[in-house]
């Protein structure tokens, strides 16, 4: 089993910045694959970025160059720096763990936190 717990939203202005966390237990989180998704009021969780045990990332195109996904392995965090926020940002972001399957694709994506409400006002 694997426990992910979220942290960092809130409400920012457009244009401003947020980090937001999401602490790991259960496994040798080094080992993991992990990944932020987002779901806004009536639309589908749709992904965000994604990191995995190797370091490699992957970004949607509607947030490359403004958000950053990294991990530090020694705190078994995963953090999500959004900068250059937007309204369209706004969402519900949930960070989850993908053991293998496609880094893309939601159903891969084993264990899922409760979520974090992001608000960016305009």
């Known amino acids: 089993q694997v426990q992910l717990v979220e942290s960092g939203g809130g409400l920012v202005q457009a244009g401003g910045s947020l980090r937001l966390s999401c602490a790991a237990s259960?496994?040798?989180?080094?080992?993991?694959?992990m990944g932020w998704f987002r779901q806004a009021p009536g639309k589908e969780r749709e992904f965000v970025a994604a990191?995995?045990?190797?370091?490699?990332?992957y970004y949607a195109d509607s947030v490359k160059g403004r958000f950053t996904i990294s991990r530090d392995n020694a705190k078994n965090t995963v953090y999500l720096q959004m900068n250059s926020l937007k309204p369209e940002d706004t969402a519900v972001y949930y960070c989850?763990?993908?053991?293998?399957?496609?880094?893309?694709?939601?159903?891969?994506?084993?264990?899922w936190g409760q979520g974090t409400q992001v608000t960016v006002s305009s």
């Open positions: 989850a763990e993908r053991d293998s399957g496609r880094v893309y694709y939601i159903g891969s994506y084993d264990y």
């Open positions: 259960g496994r040798t989180f080094s080992r993991y694959n």
């Open positions: 990191i995995n045990w190797n370091g490699n990332t």
